[in-house]
């Protein structure tokens, strides 16, 4: 009798779930910035940091808060 060797298998919930991202709220990012959710919002507002809208909330994407820090390191 062939042996077959052992192979893994994910489901397509899984796998969905793998490719979401968390997603940043303004109070977390402003915890992060040691800033106010009023000062974020602002700066989302001038377009200086990207949101998206999630239902009626506003969340912020990981790489876009690092984007935004490095232009505030590099003072663009």
């Given at each position: 009798?062939?042996t077959?060797?052992?192979?893994?298998?994910t489901?397509?919930?899984?796998?969905?779930?793998?490719?979401?991202?968390?997603?940043?709220?303004?109070?977390?990012?402003?915890e992060?910035?040691?800033?106010?959710?009023?000062t974020i919002?602002?700066?989302?507002?001038?377009?200086?940091?990207?949101a998206?809208k999630?239902?009626?909330?506003?969340?912020?994407?990981p790489?876009?808060?690092?984007?935004?820090?490095?232009?505030k390191?590099l003072?663009?």
């Amino acid at each position: 009798m062939p042996t077959r060797s052992p192979t893994t298998t994910t489901s397509k919930t899984a796998t969905r779930a793998a490719d979401l991202e968390r997603l940043l709220t303004i109070r977390e990012v402003a915890e992060l910035e040691a800033t106010s959710t009023k000062t974020i919002r602002r700066r989302i507002d001038a377009g200086e940091l990207p949101a998206m809208k999630s239902g009626r909330q506003l969340r912020i994407r990981p790489q876009d808060l690092r984007a935004y820090r490095l232009q505030k390191l590099l003072g663009q």
